[in-house]
């Protein structure tokens, strides 16, 4: 029923990889997802063709901004999730997903640049709200962040978010190689090697206290309206 999307207007802030921990999470919970892959570089349909591909999950990556929210709406009727991974830009097919999305997560990097990109969609979701007529939830969870420090570039980033009073997850999602390897060897980190991949258990750890927190703010608001506002302008 929910649908998650991940929106950054700016590319390699950490979205792909986090709806990816997300969607295979929420598998490895037993239950099914659709996942649209909206990003015309197309990594989770990469990922996809991997050995290891769990049977919960379906991906979409055949869409249009015309067709988007409606193909959204039927997926959120089959799927007990619908994640939307998101191009790095603002366009039609961001504006459409954000528009009919129960959570939208923004992935900042410790970096002013990503901030800038996140703030980009925080804003766009404040017009759609308009638009909609009803709150759009949303988020930030902090990626790519060192284990061990946080950068004087990430505590900038904080305060930043903190000055705005943007919710954001207490769970950064930390930089680790397991997460790049799920788009070399497949599946989800379940499906991984413990041997082939240094500090697995920990990389498990932080997605499942990453996931556990999406969830929680991923509450369907009944009698929603779904418009379908920008469907002529395609
Ligand atoms: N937590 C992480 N740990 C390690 N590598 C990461 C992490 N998050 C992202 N990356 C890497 O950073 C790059 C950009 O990430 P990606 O998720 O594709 O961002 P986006 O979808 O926002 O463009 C990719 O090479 C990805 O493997
Ligand atoms: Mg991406």
Redesign the pocket.
């Known amino acids: 029923m929910p649908v998650i999307s991940f929106a950054?207007a700016k590319?390699?802030?950490?979205?792909?990889?986090?709806a990816l921990l997300l969607a295979t999470e929420v598998a490895e919970r037993g239950k099914s997802v659709t996942i649209f892959d909206a990003?015309p570089q197309k990594?989770i349909s990469k990922w996809y063709e991997l050995p290891n591909r769990s049977s919960r999950i379906s991906v979409i990556s055949e869409i249009s901004p015309a067709s988007i929210t409606e193909q959204i709406t039927d997926a959120a009727a089959a799927t007990d999730y619908v994640i939307v991974?998101l191009e790095?830009t603002e366009n039609l097919v961001v504006a459409n997903a954000l528009s009919v999305s129960d959570l939208v997560v923004v992935?900042i990097q410790g970096s002013s640049m990503d901030a800038r990109g996140g703030a980009k969609i925080l804003t766009l979701i404040g017009k759609l709200e308009k638009i909609v007529r009803h709150k759009i939830q949303h988020c930030v969870v902090l990626?790519?962040t060192n284990a061990a420090v946080t950068t004087r570039a990430m505590k900038a980033v904080q305060d930043f978010l903190a000055v705005q009073g943007i919710d954001v997850l207490s769970t950064p999602?930390?930089?680790?190689?397991a997460?790049?390897d799920l788009?070399e060897f497949g599946g989800g980190l379940g499906d991984q090697c413990p041997k082939q991949i240094t500090n697995l258990d920990k990389a498990k750890e932080n997605a499942e206290m990453f996931a556990a927190e999406v969830l929680e703010r991923a509450i369907v608001i009944p009698q929603k309206r779904w418009y379908h506002i920008f469907k002529k302008a395609s």
């Open positions: 950054n590319g390699g802030a950490g979205k792909t990889t986090a990003d990594w991974d790095g992935p990626t790519r999602i930390v930089e680790r190689a997460y790049r788009f």
